[in-house]
């Protein structure tokens, strides 16, 4: 390709700039070959010539197309070269945030001086297993190749950091360390990764310090080989350390510090276990004040060595051993305070005996004060022939001092490196190792000197060793693709190593200067420049004699001589050491030892010293210089790396001022020449550095192609035509296997062609466009101009016609004026002419009006006066007639009352009076003469009963005289009178009892009314709050719709508490069936550990008649009460019967106390039984007087308890006819009848309840009465044979007392009976007011209400009429659902009840047919039940204990979901249920335990052996949940009953509770779901990257870019079918093929929808951190295939009825970054809709999309910085987590709903092929 068609117009160049190192430009005019300048023009539009000539300035770099701008890749970039590298690193970094680049296999990262929230765990998943170029470039994902061609190739591996100080090399490698320990965690509880990673701040604390370019620089080199396993667990470690900088310890520049570890430590001083170290603060110490700033902005040294100290402990290292350190530490400050003062003559020093730093040094190490202090200031000097000692120079002495405490610092560095090594040591074998290299980069300052010398040499390896692997990869790439292979020439520093390193080499004259005695830095400058003055590589200034300069691979690096022997001597007197091995520290002493002499200790155990120090011979160590030990330790470093597979991490430090995220171009490119990122450029330009495969190529240049050319199916000879017409040049491009390889500006040629295509295409689009856009345009105007003239002459001639009407109209305007005018006129005048005579008629009139006003006038005043004299007159007469009168009738009146006196002296007056009277005496008379024939007849009934007693009485005397004549002495009369004292005792008790009870019952009534009382005065006060909160709950109505947000935010924020609590709770059970598992890991032969749980066992062999039982037994008087409750429900009705069941209630409970009251007097008959038995063999005596009396007694309180039971009955009736008169005359109140007629029979049906009782107390009277005469008739038999005094008596005797007996044990029964009917009416009569009340205070309220309604609205009226009505429909609703409750549960008792009497009765006759028979059979017993209960099948299976085995092996252990698919689903569930109902069934508790542990181990162990299986994992959790609802829907609790068939409440379980069970079994199930979702999670996740984000779904939607080295990673597996031949159909047919599953084994839906909702969550969560880290799926066309492949997941919700399961939202985050990569992204109106669009995805993630965003098409334009940071502003009120990646290991909490089962188990059958024949259907 010729210049003439390169250097065209508009073509982009880059020229040199003295400020940004290369600068834009583009051409303005065609550059034709030959010309001296070239014409351009400035991004800022100036014109500028640039000369162009042949040898001197060449032509300048062509720029690559936008397209390629911002790729991940540098050698995807068309043209390779220094301007373009620059500027791509330039517009990442600052444009996109993003710090780290590929530069083929090298890894750049730029150090962004902030901290980014990408190296978090969720990070560390999302790159683990991804192919290197799949992702956005990342420490991470070299770590991940390098890990995977670790287990790959079996092959070491090593990570290679480099780069200046500052540039962030121990940071990249602490987080390469970090993904190595997440990724290979220990298999064991060794945690060596966390040892790994704890020995970061222990290094950093003792290796790194502030520099002017860096807070935290490492000042030494390490490197680290991480050990793993076969199965590439992490199991060691080892670190291997390259030249600290020792000098730091004495000496730092203006503006630097020491090593962090001297400023922790003094920061720490005052805590207690260190102040015997005796430090202060660090300005105070001359080794720590010396840079003048102690400090660090934002570190606390405190905290740092409180991390430190704990990362000691972690590493195994003791309290006592890090006292030690820390003492060395400290003695070190004390040496550098100690002050040496200069004697007068100058040769000698010596040092105060008083030196407090000097004392704290020796107490620290240990050592002796005196001759510490001797030798720091002398020498001594061997001869051959003897030895002297020498004074020393004050500043020889301060150098010796400074040496030492160099010396003894590096030996600490060591011995701490030695340690941390030990404890990563593992007894393991190691299989391979990763190893992570994290040394200096190349440095050149303005004053360098031994250290850079040094640095500068190690970057030379390495950067051959760099050159030889890169140049070994691109000679595999081409011979894998069979292209041929030319020898590319690369940069060889070999003769600048040489330079330094071989014979008579640089480091061998300092080395040979260094042995000789008063060799010097000038010297050994001189003989440098004799013997390297003709090397390529060395250079002697110009101006300097102490100097030379070396020319590296990166530049040229002037090395001041000074100093440079005295740093590779490293010179420490043998004085000071010894004193130093004679500590009395064994750690001290340790340090300076020997190797063998330490290793002899350490085997001896025993330190054994010298009585005094005697003559030693030279330690050779001490005489190897520092050169040869780097030399040597570089050589073994190289030899590591040669050996293992290298990966290059190249960090860039972008400025010197520690900004966040500024570039500097000048620094950055000299950095990049220094790392080697431009050899890399420069060996892949050499050859065919762009490569594109045949499908990319031929998807991105087919518009080049003609329409004959596309119908070929060889895509492969479709590229290889195309570019044979292209590019005529056949050496620009090679056909690979797989890839074309292009020559450097070939594809960005391509571009062009391709832009000049599209352009012309657009040309002659915009043309053709144009054209017709213009004849349009002409068609408007044409028409509009014939409109306008038409318009025009109508407009001209509608005018002159509106000129004539205008005219005609004023004429007849002027006649109407002109004839108004004189009208006006005239009217004028004539009303002048009225006006005047009106006045003057007037005047006349008003005249003679007040001449007739005053005749009128004058008449009425005579007139008043005349009538004034003539009522004067008239009174005066009246007055004189009326005086007359009074006297007269006052006359009149005297004489009448004395006529009236004399007639009341008169007897007939008083006749008159006292007929009345006569009527009501009569009325009274007959009342007496009715009440004394009352009075009589009683008299008579108490004399007969009297006579009667008396008769008894005396014929029981006689029967006593008798007795006691016939036996002479007394002895029964003794015994009958002593029986008869103490039946009146217990008489006389029992009434005391019977008085007591009543004294309670009153307490009792008396608490209860008040209690009654106080309930309702509650109940009204809740009545009114009622009234009040439903007035409030109306109101808020009316503004629940504003107030809905915030009613619905904290609904949706306790939803997630309790999901948190939920999630918290699953997340507990999974780490302990983590912790199980691991248990079962580590102790294979071992069983699984079993859960014994307590269940709570109902007792069941209590009697039925025992009321206080724990057991839920109903009594015999509750049965009563149920079926009367039930009977009256029949009868009313259930509406009726919910009107009053408070009074229902109490009427239920007088009855239990009957039956109370019934069970005492049971009580008190069997007592009297066994009284009789005692004394049946005696003989009777006949009652005595006392006897008598007391019957008597008893007759009369019987007689009175009748009487009071008649009042009682007769108020009862009053009170009856006084509410029924109430009812009449409240006719107009249907809800009092109703009430009262309600109570009336509930009345009648206690009154029938409690006739019933009665019959039931006569019944069992009479029936214990025939009983003990039968005993007596027995008794009496077996008495016949007795010899006795007299046959007849004894029997009259017994019958006397059988009568008294009989007469007591009724008189007490009646007592009871009359008692209780006492007690009954008066609840009756409290109840019935208590009625009466209630009707009276519903009868107010109604008439309140009604009164309230009379003055509403009607549209009020009809709304309150209806809350009212729904008030009180809703109150019957709830009583009657009450009472519906209540019945079913006393059904439930009853027939509990029943089942326990049965039980019972067959008991009974298993034990009655065992004692007739003379062997007991068990077995026979059980057939015999079995073969009653066979002809009703209950549900119940049963098995033998010996069984237990098989059936689990049956139906877990040997169960395949396929063997049940055609049967019932989950009916292994069903079967064990019904094994552990027969088991209650039983009562066998050891069988129920053994049963449900054995079945929750059988499943664990089936889970844990087919953990990878997702058909067993469903099918186990399908019966699981089953199994837990079936013991739930048959508990017998309430709650799980609301669903059940009668027949399903048949099979509730009777004896136990296992609720223990169901919360292990509710466990169980979480297990089993979080295995569920992990299998699938692992099932799909390799699918969902492809088929989410890679896939066509819409075909030919996606462009293709160029692809750089790597996309053609090592570790991709192109031949194999990969990951990117998943499409969205096949991760579809997997999620139906899981939810089809799962619907076979009958998973509950709600279970099933939270799987799917788990997956969808896993999907989203994989997809979008993908996106996030993928710069090449971010465009619009990966927009729109990630849209159209969320929408076919939600119609695949939709289809399966899936949708309300919440599945779609949790893809809400993925779809809006669609939507998002869709909008427009340029206005502010466009900030705002992606503002309020992208509600779920935080800032980060929303900034790090618009960042990565890549237009596929130059014709797609970029999302500009201002853009964004408008974004940012907009957004940065939201309160969004820091984390950029959604975490993938998040589980939402589930929840298992209660779901019944509508199967019976009596119709469940079981299929043969289980065999399971030894189950027995009962």
């Given at each position: 390709?010729?210049?003439?068609?390169?250097?065209?117009?508009?073509?982009?160049?880059?020229?040199?700039?003295?400020?940004?190192?290369?600068?834009?430009?583009?051409?303005?005019?065609?550059?034709?070959?030959?010309?001296?300048?070239?014409?351009?023009?400035?991004?800022?539009?100036?014109?500028?010539?640039?000369?162009?000539?042949?040898?001197?300035?060449?032509?300048?770099?062509?720029?690559?197309?936008?397209?390629?701008?911002?790729?991940?890749?540098?050698?995807?970039?068309?043209?390779?070269?220094?301007?373009?590298?620059?500027?791509?690193?330039?517009?990442?970094?600052?444009?996109?945030?993003?710090?780290?680049?590929?530069?083929?296999?090298?890894?750049?990262?730029?150090?962004?001086?902030?901290?980014?929230?990408?190296?978090?765990?969720?990070?560390?998943?999302?790159?683990?297993?991804?192919?290197?170029?799949?992702?956005?470039?990342?420490?991470?994902?070299?770590?991940?190749?390098?890990?995977?061609?670790?287990?790959?190739?079996?092959?070491?591996?090593?990570?290679?950091?480099?780069?200046?100080?500052?540039?962030?090399?121990?940071?990249?490698?602490?987080?390469?360390?970090?993904?190595?320990?997440?990724?290979?965690?220990?298999?064991?509880?060794?945690?060596?990764?966390?040892?790994?990673?704890?020995?970061?701040?222990?290094?950093?604390?003792?290796?790194?310090?502030?520099?002017?370019?860096?807070?935290?620089?490492?000042?030494?080199?390490?490197?680290?080989?991480?050990?793993?396993?076969?199965?590439?667990?992490?199991?060691?470690?080892?670190?291997?350390?390259?030249?600290?900088?020792?000098?730091?310890?004495?000496?730092?520049?203006?503006?630097?510090?020491?090593?962090?570890?001297?400023?922790?430590?003094?920061?720490?001083?005052?805590?207690?276990?260190?102040?015997?170290?005796?430090?202060?603060?660090?300005?105070?110490?001359?080794?720590?004040?010396?840079?003048?700033?102690?400090?660090?902005?934002?570190?606390?040294?405190?905290?740092?060595?409180?991390?430190?100290?704990?990362?000691?402990?972690?590493?195994?290292?003791?309290?006592?051993?890090?006292?030690?350190?820390?003492?060395?530490?400290?003695?070190?400050?004390?040496?550098?305070?100690?002050?040496?003062?200069?004697?007068?003559?100058?040769?000698?020093?010596?040092?105060?005996?008083?030196?407090?730093?000097?004392?704290?040094?020796?107490?620290?190490?240990?050592?002796?004060?005196?001759?510490?202090?001797?030798?720091?200031?002398?020498?001594?000097?061997?001869?051959?022939?003897?030895?002297?000692?020498?004074?020393?120079?004050?500043?020889?002495?301060?150098?010796?001092?400074?040496?030492?405490?160099?010396?003894?610092?590096?030996?600490?560095?060591?011995?701490?490196?030695?340690?941390?090594?030990?404890?990563?040591?593992?007894?393991?074998?190691?299989?391979?190792?990763?190893?992570?290299?994290?040394?200096?980069?190349?440095?050149?300052?303005?004053?360098?000197?031994?250290?850079?010398?040094?640095?500068?040499?190690?970057?030379?390896?390495?950067?051959?060793?760099?050159?030889?692997?890169?140049?070994?990869?691109?000679?595999?790439?081409?011979?894998?693709?069979?292209?041929?292979?030319?020898?590319?020439?690369?940069?060889?520093?070999?003769?600048?190593?040489?330079?330094?390193?071989?014979?008579?080499?640089?480091?061998?004259?300092?080395?040979?200067?260094?042995?000789?005695?008063?060799?010097?830095?000038?010297?050994?400058?001189?003989?440098?420049?004799?013997?390297?003055?003709?090397?390529?590589?060395?250079?002697?200034?110009?101006?300097?004699?102490?100097?030379?300069?070396?020319?590296?691979?990166?530049?040229?690096?002037?090395?001041?001589?000074?100093?440079?022997?005295?740093?590779?001597?490293?010179?420490?007197?043998?004085?000071?050491?010894?004193?130093?091995?004679?500590?009395?520290?064994?750690?001290?002493?340790?340090?300076?030892?020997?190797?063998?002499?330490?290793?002899?200790?350490?085997?001896?155990?025993?330190?054994?010293?010298?009585?005094?120090?005697?003559?030693?011979?030279?330690?050779?160590?001490?005489?190897?210089?520092?050169?040869?030990?780097?030399?040597?330790?570089?050589?073994?470093?190289?030899?590591?790396?040669?050996?293992?597979?290298?990966?290059?991490?190249?960090?860039?430090?972008?400025?010197?001022?520690?900004?966040?995220?500024?570039?500097?171009?000048?620094?950055?490119?000299?950095?990049?020449?220094?790392?080697?990122?431009?050899?890399?450029?420069?060996?892949?330009?050499?050859?065919?550095?762009?490569?594109?495969?045949?499908?990319?190529?031929?998807?991105?240049?087919?518009?080049?192609?003609?329409?004959?050319?596309?119908?070929?199916?060889?895509?492969?000879?479709?590229?290889?035509?195309?570019?044979?017409?292209?590019?005529?040049?056949?050496?620009?491009?090679?056909?690979?296997?797989?890839?074309?390889?292009?020559?450097?500006?070939?594809?960005?040629?391509?571009?062009?062609?391709?832009?000049?295509?599209f352009r012309s295409a657009c040309i002659k689009i915009q043309k053709t466009v144009r054209g017709w856009l213009q004849r349009v345009r002409y068609r408007k105007i044409r028409k509009s101009a014939i409109t306008l003239q038409r318009y025009g002459r109508g407009y001209l001639a509608r005018r002159y016609a509106e000129f004539l009407r205008l005219s005609r109209a004023a004429l007849i305007c002027q006649k109407q004026y002109r004839m108004v005018r004189d009208r006006r006129a005239f009217l004028r005048v004539r009303q002048a002419v009225v006006t005047i005579q009106a006045y003057t008629r007037g005047m006349f009139t008003r005249r003679i009006y007040w001449e007739f006003l005053m005749h009128h006038k004058a008449m009425i005043i005579q007139k008043s006066v005349r009538g004034w004299l003539q009522r004067k007159k008239f009174r005066r007469a009246r007055a004189a007639a009326i005086i007359i009168q009074c006297a007269y009738r006052r006359r009149l009146a005297k004489r009448r009352l004395q006529q009236l006196k004399i007639e009341a002296r008169s007897a007939q007056h008083l006749k008159k009076l006292n007929t009345g009277m006569e009527n009501k005496i009569v009325q009274l008379q007959r009342k007496m003469d009715d009440q004394s024939k009352e009075l009589k007849s009683q008299n008579e009934q108490l004399q007969q009963v009297n006579s009667t007693l008396g008769s008894e009485v005396n014929k029981l005397q006689k029967q006593l005289e008798q007795a006691r004549g016939q036996q002479g002495g007394g002895g029964q009369l003794t015994s009958l009178q002593e029986e008869l004292e103490r039946l009146r005792e217990e008489l006389q008790e029992a009434s005391a009892h019977n008085k007591k009870l009543e004294e309670e019952h009153s307490t009792e009534k008396q608490e209860l009314q008040q209690r009654v009382e106080e309930l309702q005065r509650e109940n009204t006060l809740l009545k009114t709050e009622k009234e009040e909160m439903n007035q409030i709950i109306i109101q808020l109505s009316k503004s629940s719709e504003a107030d809905g947000g915030s009613v619905s935010q904290k609904e949706v924020t306790l939803q997630k508490e309790m999901d948190q609590e939920r999630q918290r709770y699953q997340n507990l059970l999974k780490e302990f069936s983590r912790l199980e598992q691991r248990y079962d890991n580590l102790k294979e032969e071992v069983s699984l550990n079993k859960f014994h749980p307590g269940h709570r066992r109902n007792p069941s062999n209590q009697s039925s008649l025992e009321s206080d039982s724990n057991y839920p037994s109903i009594s015999t008087s509750e049965v009563g009460d149920t079926e009367d409750s039930i009977q009256l429900v029949e009868e009313m009705g259930v509406e009726k019967a919910a009107m009053d069941i408070s009074l229902f209630m109490k009427l239920q409970k007088r009855v239990r106390e009957l039956e109370t009251e019934r069970k005492r007097l049971q009580a008190s008959v069997d007592k009297m039984e066994e009284l009789a038995k005692r004394k049946g063999s005696e003989s009777r005596s006949p009652t005595s007087e006392m006897e008598t009396a007391d019957l008597a007694y008893d007759s009369l309180k019987r007689q009175e308890l009748e009487t009071e039971n008649k009042k009682l009955k007769n108020d009862l009736n009053e009170l009856r006819k006084t509410i029924s008169e109430r009812a009449s005359q409240n006719n107009s109140s249907n809800e009092l009848q109703d009430g009262y007629n309600l109570l009336l029979s509930q009345l009648k049906a206690a009154n029938e309840e409690l006739d019933a009782r009665k019959e039931e107390v006569l019944i069992l009277r009479t029936q214990i009465v025939s009983t003990a005469e039968q005993r007596e008739k027995n008794n009496h038999i077996e008495s016949e044979n007795v010899p006795e005094l007299n046959s007849k008596e004894p029997v009259d005797k017994e019958e006397a007392v059988k009568a008294y007996h009989g007469l007591t044990e009724s008189k007490k029964l009646l007592e009871a009976q009359l008692q209780t009917q006492s007690r009954q009416h008066k609840d009756e009569l409290e109840a019935l007011h208590t009625q009466i009340e209630l009707l009276r205070n519903d009868i107010e309220k109604k008439q309140e209400i009604l009164n309230y309604m009379s003055s509403l609205s009607p549209e009020a009226k009809v709304e309150y009429s209806v809350q009212q009505e729904i008030t009180r429909l809703t109150n019957d609703n709830l009583d009657l659902k009450e009472l519906v409750e209540k019945l079913e549960k006393n059904e439930r008792k009853l027939k509990k009840q029943l089942r326990i009497y049965m039980k019972k009765v067959q008991e009974l006759e298993a034990s009655m047919a065992a004692a007739q028979s003379s062997r007991s059979k068990p077995e026979l017993s059980r057939q015999v039940t079995v073969q009653r209960k066979e002809k009703d099948f209950e549900g119940m299976l049963e098995y033998n204990k010996e069984d237990e085995a098989l059936l689990l092996k049956a139906l877990i252990t040997d169960m395949r979901p396929s063997t049940v698919s055609a049967t019932v689903p989950c009916l292994p569930a069903y079967v064990l249920f019904m094994c552990i109902r027969h088991a209650d069934y039983i009562n066998d508790d050891q069988k129920v335990e053994a049963l449900l542990t054995s079945t929750i181990n059988s499943i664990k162990k089936v889970l844990k052996k087919n953990n990878e299986d997702f058909d067993t994992a469903s099918f186990w959790l399908a019966n699981t949940s089953r199994l837990l609802h079936c013991l739930k829907q048959y508990s017998g609790d309430e709650a799980f009953m609301t669903q059940n068939t009668s027949k399903q409440n048949e099979h509730c379980l009777k004896n136990f509770d296992l609720a223990e069970y169901r919360q292990v079994l509710s466990d169980l199930s979480i297990q089993i779901y979080q295995q569920l979702i992990k299998v699938a999670e692992g099932i799909i996740q390799p699918m969902i990257v492809s088929a989410m984000l890679e896939s066509e779904s819409i075909p030919s939607l996606a462009g293709v870019k160029p692809m750089g080295y790597r996309n053609r990673s090592s570790s991709m597996d192109t031949d194999a079918g990969g990951p990117s031949s998943y499409t969205l159909e096949a991760l579809i047919r997997q999620l139906g093929q899981f939810h089809g599953i799962m619907r076979d084994h009958g998973l509950d839906p709600e279970i099933a929808g939270q799987v799917v909702r788990q997956l969808f969550h896993c999907i989203n969560a994989i997809s979008l951190n993908n996106l996030l880290l993928r710069k090449d799926v971010c465009s619009w066309s990966t927009g729109m295939q990630l849209r159209y492949n969320t929408s076919q997941m939600e119609e695949w919700l939709r289809a399966n009825n899936l949708y309300q399961s919440n599945a779609a939202a949790t893809l809400e985050p993925i779809i809006q970054a669609a939507q998002l990569l869709q909008v427009k992204k340029k206005t502010t109106q466009d900030a705002e809709a992606i503002c309020s669009l992208c509600t779920s995805l935080t800032t980060q993630q929303i900034v790090k999309i618009l960042n990565l965003y890549t237009p596929l098409n130059e014709f797609e334009e970029r999302v500009t910085v201002s853009f964004i940071r408008t974004i940012q502003n907009s957004l940065q009120d939201r309160n969004d987590p820091p984390q950029l990646l959604l975490d993938t290991k998040q589980t939402f909490p589930v929840l298992f709903p209660y779901t019944p089962s509508a199967l019976s188990l009596e119709t469940l059958h079981i299929p043969a092929s289980l065999g399971l024949d030894f189950l027995v259907r009962v």
């Open positions: 390709m010729s210049v003439n068609e390169l250097y065209t117009k508009y073509t982009r160049v880059w020229i040199p700039d003295p400020d940004d190192v290369w600068k834009a430009a583009e051409i303005t005019r065609d550059y034709k070959e030959g010309e001296a300048a070239l014409h351009l023009k400035l991004e800022d539009e100036t014109p500028l010539e640039y000369p162009v000539g042949p040898k001197s300035n060449p032509l300048p770099f062509l720029r690559n197309p936008d397209i390629l701008v911002g790729e991940n890749d540098l050698t995807a970039l068309s043209y390779l070269h220094e301007p373009a590298v620059l500027h791509n690193l330039r517009v990442r970094f600052l444009e996109s945030n993003h710090i780290y680049t590929y530069c083929g296999i090298v890894l750049v990262a730029i150090n962004p001086y902030e901290q980014l929230q990408i190296y978090g765990e969720e990070v560390i998943n999302a790159y683990t297993g991804q192919n290197m170029g799949d992702m956005d470039p990342h420490i991470f994902a070299v770590a991940e190749e390098a890990y995977k061609q670790m287990a790959r190739d079996e092959r070491n591996q090593s990570i290679i950091v480099s780069g200046e100080s500052g540039a962030g090399k121990t940071v990249s490698a602490k987080y390469a360390m970090r993904f190595f320990a997440t990724v290979g965690g220990s298999a064991n509880d060794t945690n060596v990764e966390e040892k790994v990673l704890a020995s970061s701040p222990i290094m950093e604390a003792i290796g790194n310090a502030k520099t002017t370019r860096n807070d935290n620089s490492s000042r030494f080199g390490k490197y680290i080989q991480i050990g793993f396993s076969r199965r590439y667990h992490i199991i060691g470690a080892n670190m291997r350390t390259y030249l600290l900088e020792k000098s730091r310890v004495v000496f730092q520049a203006e503006d630097e510090r020491n090593y962090h570890i001297f400023y922790q430590l003094c920061a720490s001083a005052s805590l207690p276990e260190f102040r015997e170290l005796g430090l202060t603060s660090a300005e105070e110490f001359t080794f720590t004040s010396l840079g003048e700033n102690i400090f660090i902005e934002g570190v606390n040294d405190a905290d740092d060595f409180i991390k430190t100290r704990e990362a000691f402990t972690l590493l195994g290292i003791k309290e006592s051993s890090q006292s030690s350190i820390f003492k060395v530490i400290a003695s070190i400050l004390h040496l550098g305070n100690i002050e040496i003062c200069s004697e007068r003559d100058g040769e000698s020093c010596h040092i105060s005996r008083d030196d407090v730093h000097l004392q704290h040094f020796c107490r620290l190490l240990g050592v002796e004060q005196q001759q510490m202090e001797h030798w720091l200031c002398h020498r001594k000097l061997a001869t051959a022939s003897e030895t002297y000692v020498k004074n020393m120079s004050s500043k020889q002495a301060s150098n010796a001092r400074d040496a030492l405490a160099k010396h003894i610092y590096a030996h600490m560095f060591d011995w701490i490196v030695e340690h941390i090594n030990m404890s990563l040591q593992t007894s393991s074998k190691q299989h391979s190792f990763i190893g992570v290299l994290d040394i200096y980069g190349f440095e050149t300052f303005e004053v360098n000197s031994f250290e850079q010398f040094c640095i500068n040499y190690a970057n030379e390896k390495l950067q051959q060793q760099f050159n030889s692997h890169v140049f070994k990869l691109e000679q595999e790439e081409y011979m894998k693709e069979q292209i041929p292979w030319t020898l590319i020439d690369f940069y060889d520093n070999q003769p600048c190593i040489d330079l330094i390193e071989a014979r008579l080499g640089i480091l061998d004259l300092l080395d040979e200067e260094c042995k000789v005695p008063k060799g010097t830095d000038q010297n050994w400058a001189q003989k440098l420049y004799k013997q390297h003055s003709s090397s390529a590589h060395f250079q002697k200034p110009r101006m300097s004699n102490v100097s030379f300069i070396i020319i590296h691979f990166a530049d040229k690096v002037e090395y001041q001589c000074e100093g440079f022997l005295e740093k590779n001597r490293d010179t420490v007197y043998e004085e000071q050491i010894n004193i130093l091995k004679a500590s009395q520290f064994q750690l001290v002493a340790d340090l300076f030892h020997d190797k063998n002499d330490v290793s002899s200790s350490k085997s001896s155990r025993v330190n054994v010293r010298a009585a005094k120090s005697t003559p030693k011979a030279p330690n050779r160590e001490h005489r190897k210089t520092v050169g040869h030990q780097f030399r040597s330790s570089l050589h073994l470093l190289m030899e590591t790396l040669n050996a293992t597979t290298p990966h290059y991490v190249r960090c860039i430090k972008p400025n010197d001022d520690k900004e966040a995220f500024s570039f500097d171009s000048r620094r950055a490119v000299q950095q990049l020449r220094a790392c080697g990122v431009l050899e890399t450029i420069r060996i892949s330009a050499a050859g065919y550095p762009s490569r594109w495969t045949y499908p990319d190529f031929f998807s991105r240049y087919r518009v080049l192609l003609k329409k004959s050319d596309m119908m070929s199916a060889d895509k492969k000879l479709v590229c290889k035509n195309l570019l044979e017409t292209l590019i005529k040049e056949p050496d620009m491009y090679q056909f690979g296997k797989t890839k074309i390889f292009f020559r450097a500006g070939q594809v960005a040629y391509l571009e062009k062609i391709r832009a000049d295509k």
